[in-house]
């Protein structure tokens, strides 16, 4: 904690530009990972994590775009915008070029592990000549030491007969043990920071288990530093140091793992614990999260997470939460974006509850018009009323057909 | 060995297709109008016991089904027929004549190949630049445009507006020098190259453009899967991406449209050589159906089928080579 972040990424921002408008696929989100440990990324399907990653490599692929922040590694720049004196957005002159993030970053120093192993690798190469190109091109060792290398890594991740594996293609492994290969890749650049995207999605649950424990013995042989994204709960649990919970391109609650378990800060985080399936609950018991994650092209005014949230009221359709520190856990700051904790002092206590059924419908009223938070609140309520309405015409229609059915 | 018994395999099959081959073309060439002998008396004057005679010395004054078992027991023995009208043997007059077609359909696919390829790779890279809209027209020109059309072009501008370049005939650079009247080696075979370039390009310019627009979709397809982001991550340079991760994979449709198009390109080949008056086995698969040379036209269409079959089990051969996934039908 005392020492400097491996990598420092503050308020970074990736846009996509699509014919239906601007995607805020991250928006804003900070983060440090430390040496040594294992930072979690979490988050449901859409909540821009892969993106973040993928943005950390100045990876992002057109339409996208990486439109304002900074990422530091190891006091390189690895993208920093700054404000000319004209008032334009300029990369600043400390950026890496990107020549330099190809030959000094990535692979380097932060290599990846895609999420489907099946895809991943070149489906016409030997497994061996993949493994041995990228050690080639990021260790500068000659053919057939990189060749050697290869086979010990391949060695090290637990594949059996490593001289014959190098020899066979993509298709003669199985899932399990092309992850394997993957993870194999990474740790054989020797980078000082893995970006692990949903390694173990892909996986059967005791592939993913015996994955994990690979990871956790490496980690602790290499000391290298993780990114773990994922939407699992139970892998954060079992795998992570600290974790940083994304909602809708935000970063919505940040806490060592155990802090964050047992003393959670956000009811994003907490929503996301319920709905996990855990042996000791029935189906029944399990509580998914109310409705789907809205689009990030418009993004529900104030609090993103409002319209799903269980602890919403009025003032969180206003407010936009900053994702502050509320408590500390472990030296660590323990952050999150409710305004529910009293840092944020805006009223919650005295605000008036949002009932979950009017929530949708405020959803509903407020497209287009999020500019103005005043006329948003009650144009939400107006069309509350409409809602209810509507309901009750339903409710009147049905009797109706049915009588009209069985006239004749 | 997997390879023989397979390529053995292949070839067993394609004999149904070649039956089927021998029968449509014995019934079609049959059923034109015309009468080969008389055709071949060119005019002349005759009583019909020359021509009963005539019919009765070539077997042609027998049912079609008795000749056709006839062409296909001498078929089986390797023997193509006797050309009525020209009195030698098929397999002698194609002999003759299959070298300038071989020439000139593999120099069509060798210019064909070596600029759509590269051109491909340029428009998926730069693709809905000005570089691919180009590239998109000019194959849709070459696409829609008849090689025999292309061809005259070509002979107006380069040999007879510029004179550049000769308009008629090959040298073949298998013969010797002094046979074309040339003083050298060099000197014969830059004239083998000079008569070459205009049915090249006649010729090709349909099979460029189809590759070209395939290998395109090819490598875009490629340039998105997730080992050449993988490989991207890992700081892979670009170009060894466009050149090798994303290349390799992206070639097993080409070589697929390279194999199918074969006929395409010898069907264009009797056109081209017409209007280059190249003595090759299109000109005379011309000739022959003008003079209702029956044997003659068997010949050459069992012949091309033939082809065509080897080269569809060449196709697959190539793409259990590319593609380790590809085996040739055996468990391993």
Redesign the interface.
Known sequence: MSSEPLLRVENLKTQFFTETGTVRAVDGISFEVYEGEIVGLVGESGAGKSVASMSL?R?VESPGEIVGGTIEYKGETIFDLEEGPDGELREHPDMLSESEM??R????EI??I?Q?PM????????VGGQLR??IE??RELPKDEAKAEAVRMLREVGIPDPEDRYEE?P?QFSGGMRQRV?IA?ALA?EPNLIIADEPTTALDVTVEGQILDLVDDLQDRYDTSFIWVTHDMGVVAEICDRVNVMYLGEVVEQAPVDELFYDTKHPYTSALLDSMPRPDRTVDELEPIEGVMPEAINPPSGCRFHPRCPDAREVCTRVHPENLEVDQAEGYPHRAACVKHDVFDVGYDESVPLEKGDEAETRVGETGSDENVDSTVEEGQASTDGGKANEANQTNRSPNRDGGESRP | MGLLRYTIYRLLQAIPVLIGISIITFVLANLAPGDPVRLMLQGQQADEELIRTIEQRYGLDQPLHVRYWNYMTGLVQGDLGYSIHRRRPVSDLMLERAGPTLLLVLSAYLFAIVTAIPLGIIAAKRRNEPTDHISRIVALIGVSTPSFWIGIMLIIVFAVRLGVLPSAGLVYPWQPPEAAGHGSYLEHWTETIRHLILPMIALGTLQMATLMRVERTQMIESLQEEYVKLARAYGVPERTILRKHAFRSAQLPIITIIGLNLSTALGGAVLVETVFAINGIGRLFVEAIQQLDYQLIMGITMVLGFMFVVGVVITDISYAYIDPRVTYGERE
């Open positions: 490599l990876l190809r030959e970053i990535r692979g380097r290599a990846v895609f489907d895809e991943s690798l070149n489906p016409v190469f030997t190109e990228f091109i990021n293609y298709h993957l890749m650049c």
